[in-house]
Antibody, heavy 121, light 107 residues
Framework: EVQLVESGGGLVQPGGSLRLSCAAS????????MNWVRQAPGKGLEWVSY????????YYADSVKGRFTISRDNAKNSLYLQMNSLRVEDTAVYYC??????????????WGQGILVTVSS | DIQMTQSPSALSASVGDRVTITCRAS??????LNWYQQKPGKAPKFLIY???SLQSGVPSRFSGSGSGTDFTLTISSLQPEDFATYYC?????????FGQGTKLEIK
C-alpha cells in the first residue's frame, strides 16, 4: 500500500525557517518524481514545488522561489521541503504528492495526509 | 503560467441531481486535465485524468469531457458522499496549476 506521511510542521515566526519531511513507503520511491502542494486555510490548492526522481531537477512556484528548497534522499525514501524566510501568507497545510503519468498526462494519484504550517508572531 | 478558472464557485444540488462543473484554461492544454475531490480536513482524492479517463475505483456516475481550453466534470446522479469541493488541474506544463475549486453543497 502506498503511503506518504508528512512531518515537521508547526508554529514559526515570520522570517523563520522550517523543514518538512515526507516519508514514502509501498512503492519504489527512487523511480518517481515528487511534489509539494499547499492549501491555505479556507482556500484552494496551490502547487509549490517539484523534484525529479534523481533529485537533480527542481521547479518552484514563483511565490516560494528563492525561499524554499525541495530535496530528496532516495536511500531513506524521503522527500523534504526546506522553508526559509517564512511569511504569514505561507500558512497552509502542506501535502506531498506523488505524480503518475499515463497517456502522456501526469496526475497526483497519491497524497499525504497533510501537515499544518502556521507562520505567526 | 496557465490559469485555470472553474465555474461555478459554489453549487447547491439535491441527491439524485445531475450536476456539471466547468473548467477553462487560459491557453490550450490538449487533454492534460485532471479532476480531484476534496472533503473537509482530508487530502484531495484523484478522480479523472487526461480529461476523460476515470481512475480505478471511482464510480461511473463521474465523467469528464473536453479538450483544448474547455472541460467539464459531470456527476450523473448525486449521492450523499459526493458533496465536497472539486478541483481541476492542468498538467500540460509546470507549474501544474489548479482551478480555484467548486464547492458542491446539499440543497
Amino acid at each position: 500500500e502506498v503511503q506518504l506521511v508528512e512531518s515537521g510542521g508547526g508554529l514559526v515566526q515570520p522570517g523563520g525557517s522550517l523543514r518538512l519531511s515526507c516519508a514514502a513507503s509501498g512503492f519504489t520511491f527512487s523511480s518517481y518524481e515528487m511534489n509539494w502542494v499547499r492549501q491555505a486555510p479556507g482556500k484552494g490548492l496551490e502547487w509549490v514545488s517539484y523534484i525529479g526522481s534523481g533529485g537533480t531537477t527542481m521547479y518552484y512556484a514563483d511565490s516560494v522561489k528563492g525561499r524554499f528548497t525541495i530535496s530528496r534522499d532516495n536511500a531513506k525514501n524521503s522527500l523534504y521541503l526546506q522553508m526559509n524566510s517564512l511569511r504569514v501568507e505561507d500558512t497552509a497545510v502542506y501535502y506531498c504528492a506523488r505524480p503518475n503519468c499515463t497517456k502522456g498526462v501526469c496526475f497526483f494519484d497519491y497524497w499525504g495526509q497533510g501537515i499544518l504550517v502556521t507562520v505567526s508572531s | 503560467d496557465i490559469q485555470m478558472t472553474q465555474s461555478p464557485s459554489a453549487l447547491s444540488a439535491s441527491v439524485g441531481d445531475r450536476v456539471t462543473i466547468t473548467c477553462r484554461a487560459s491557453q490550450s492544454i490538449s487533454s492534460s486535465l485532471n479532476w480531484y475531490q476534496q472533503k473537509p480536513g482530508k487530502a484531495p482524492k484523484f478522480l479523472i485524468y487526461a480529461a476523460t479517463s476515470l481512475q480505478s475505483g471511482v464510480p461511473s456516475r463521474f465523467s469528464g469531457s473536453g479538450s483544448g481550453t474547455d472541460f467539464t466534470l459531470t456527476i450523473s446522479s448525486l449521492q450523499p458522499e459526493d458533496f465536497a469541493t472539486y478541483y481541476c488541474q492542468q498538467s500540460y506544463n509546470t507549474p501544474y496549476t489548479f482551478g480555484q475549486g467548486t464547492k458542491l453543497e446539499i440543497k
